[in-house]
Nanobody, 117 residues
Framework: QVQLVESGGGLVQPGGSLKLSCAASGFTFSRYVMSWYHQPPGKERELVAA????????TYADSVKGRFTISRDNAKNMVYLQMNSLNPEDTAVYYC??????????WGQGIQVTVSS
């Protein structure tokens, strides 16, 4: 079955960096767009970044452009989110998503990122 497992979250001071990882299994990873979403406290889940199957095209939310970088390693079935210059507004639960089709939409369990001094 499809599994997405996030890691790398935690507590970081403003201005700091974290790198999130998502390990994917149960599907042909290299064929699909992968994305990261976040859900800040009390708010809706929203797209942070996405990357095409071979990594040629990336998309970012305006709030993270220039600070976050999404990447993938198709040989390892991994997708990453490098987050730099973090600020308290980045505090959220971060989710990895694989939307294989309209009816096959998978999410990781989520991982907490807290930016606080």
């Amino acid at each position: 079955q499809v599994q997405l497992v996030e890691s790398g979250g935690g507590l970081v001071q403003p201005g700091g960096s974290l790198k999130l990882s998502c390990a994917a299994s149960g599907f042909t990873f290299s064929r699909y767009v992968m994305s990261w979403y976040h859900q800040p406290p009390g708010k809706e889940r929203e797209l942070v970044a996405a990357i095409t199957s071979v990594g040629g095209t990336t998309t970012y939310a305006d709030s993270v452009k220039g600070r976050f970088t999404i990447s993938r390693d198709n040989a390892k079935n991994m997708v990453y989110l490098q987050m730099n210059s973090l600020n308290p507004e980045d505090t959220a639960v971060y989710y990895c998503r694989a939307q294989l089709s309209i009816t096959r939409d998978y999410w990781g369990q989520g991982i907490q990122v807290t930016v606080s001094s």
